[in-house]
Every structure is written in C-alpha cells, then in structure tokens.
C-alpha cells in the first residue's frame, strides 16, 4: 500500500491560513479518492474534504467555503488549503488514500488555532 506523509500543520491565531501537504509514496493517478480527516482531542476521527479520480470535490460542512482540497499528479501530493482558520478548526489532520487495494492512513499532522 502507498506511504503517506503529512505535513504543514502549525499554530497559528483565528482566522489565519495554513496549507496541509499529503505526499504519497507511488503515483496518486490511479487512487479512487483522497480524503483528508481530523481528530479533535476526546473527539471521533471525522471527515474533512474528498477529492476523487475524476477531480470530484466535497467537503464537511462545517468546513466548506473556508477549506479547498487539491492535487498534484506530478508531486504525487495532494494539499488542504485551510482559510478563516477557527478554534474549532484544531485537531490533528490525517490523510486518507483509497485504492483498490485499500485504504492508507498518513501519521497525521497537528493544527492548532489559538488566540
């Protein structure tokens, strides 16, 4: 199964910006989707953003208009462009790849935002 490392995350104060990078070990060309997660402290792992093979996207609600999924094929990475960055927005970011082998999990990268 693909490698993933996450990267990107930091501290920063409401409203700031951040981007994720996800780099995958083999070519993402061929994945059926890659998703970003988060985990809060004391909080289930929950869904933040999709981007599929045919460069479909969707995003949690709580997210969407202020966080943007995109992809590299020639980087084999795929980012989350985080905006209008919320206390409630900080957890720890976890990548996601699907393929038909399965899934593959990244070690996750943390995000705090805090005044």
């Known amino acids: 199964q693909v490698q993933l490392v996450e990267s990107g995350g930091g501290s920063v104060q409401p409203g700031e910006s951040l981007r994720l990078s996800c780099a995958a070990s083999a070519s993402i060309f061929n994945m059926n989707a890659m998703r970003w997660y988060r985990q809060a402290p004391g909080k289930q792992r929950e869904f933040v953003a999709i981007?599929?093979?045919?460069?479909?996207?969707n995003y949690a609600a709580a997210v969407k208009g202020r966080f943007t999924i995109s992809r590299d094929y020639a980087k084999n990475t795929v980012y989350l462009q985080m905006n209008s960055l919320k206390p409630e927005d900080t957890a720890v970011y976890h990548c996601n790849a699907n393929e038909i082998s399965g899934d593959s999990w990244g070690q996750g990268t943390q995000v705090t935002v805090s005044s």
């Open positions: 981007i599929t093979s045919g460069g479909t996207t």
